[in-house]
């Protein structure tokens, strides 16, 4: 699955929707921040040019309504709708000059989100494997039966989840950064100084790397608790036509045989105990999501 943008919690939702139909729009955090557009500031030519058509356009219109007010209405009648005429085309050609001059909104939204959001292109290769596994991971868990249903631990999910995709995304974002930093320098010629400054470089960007990777294992190890729960969840749904078997089978074993019976209510009842620690279990793995680092 294609690597997808990383949001910051308090990007609204409306500027991630858009995202979904204009991605051209975003700018990666390694670009600097876009710069307020208008039509004005884009096309300063065409606006202009297009301002003069509609100002011939509104003259033109005005002095033919003049005429036909002229020929066909009472003289004070004729100039008070010529001047309501005039009124109305100063109106809307005040609307059409502000508009021009007003930034689009979704550039506007992309602008001021700017740093709060993370584009594919803002990772390298391996930090976007990592990030596609802790996506998939919440993925995972948001999109489960137990929690749909509210069985895990609701706030957990809804607002840590997010805060620790962006704090991963943040730290990869970085590494990609530096470690594209470094390959820049090495390019050169290698000398004993040179790598006595870039060891100690490589050996911090390895232990970051490792410790983003141990974080993304405890989100991979809650969403399998979770996959788990969900699965002895959906077992048990299965035991709801349970009476229905039973039923089958009374009229076809001998009378008096309550083995199989027995034998459907014992794993009912075992399946109940799956289930349950199975949810427990997956509570306990989120819970530690939040502990501090």
């Given at each position: 699955m294609a690597l997808e943008p990383v949001f910051a919690p308090d990007v609204p939702l409306q500027v991630r929707r858009l995202y979904e139909r204009k991605p051209e729009l975003f700018v990666p955090a390694g670009r600097p921040r876009p710069k307020r557009e208008t039509s004005w500031s884009t096309a300063p030519g065409a606006t202009f040019g297009s301002l003069l058509v509609w100002l011939a356009i509104c003259v033109g219109g005005w002095i033919l309504g003049l005429i036909v007010f002229a020929i066909t209405l009472p003289t004070a009648v004729a100039a008070w709708s010529a001047l309501a005429l005039a009124v109305v085309a100063v109106v809307l050609t005040a609307g059409v000059a502000v508009s021009s001059a007003v930034e689009d909104r979704g550039h506007k939204a992309v602008r001021l989100q700017h740093g709060k959001y993370l584009l594919p292109e803002d990772f390298d290769e391996e930090a976007g494997r990592v990030l596609g596994r802790a996506q998939r991971a919440v993925r995972t868990v948001l999109g489960a039966t137990v929690t749909q249903r509210g069985l895990l631990d609701e706030m957990q999910n809804e607002l840590v989840l997010p805060e620790q995709l962006w704090d991963i995304g943040q730290v990869l974002h970085e590494q990609s950064v530096l470690r594209a930093r470094q390959r820049d320098i090495a390019r050169g010629m290698a000398t004993a100084e040179l790598e006595a400054v870039l060891g100690p470089q490589r050996r911090a960007l390895t232990r970051s790397a490792d410790a983003i990777k141990r974080k993304v294992e405890l989100?991979?190890?809650?969403?399998?608790?979770?996959?788990?729960?969900?699965?002895?969840?959906?077992?048990?749904?299965?035991?709801?036509?349970?009476?229905?078997?039973?039923?089958?089978?009374?009229?076809?074993?001998?009378?008096?045989?309550?083995?199989v019976v027995q034998g459907f209510a014992d794993e009912a009842a075992a399946l109940r105990d799956t289930l349950s620690r199975s949810i427990e279990s997956a509570r306990a793995a989120g819970r530690t999501l939040a502990l501090p680092d």
């Open positions: 989100l991979e190890r809650y969403a399998d608790r979770v996959r788990s729960a969900d699965a002895a969840l959906r077992a048990e749904a299965a035991l709801e036509d349970g009476d229905r078997y039973i039923e089958l089978l009374a009229r076809t074993e001998p009378a008096g045989d309550t083995s």
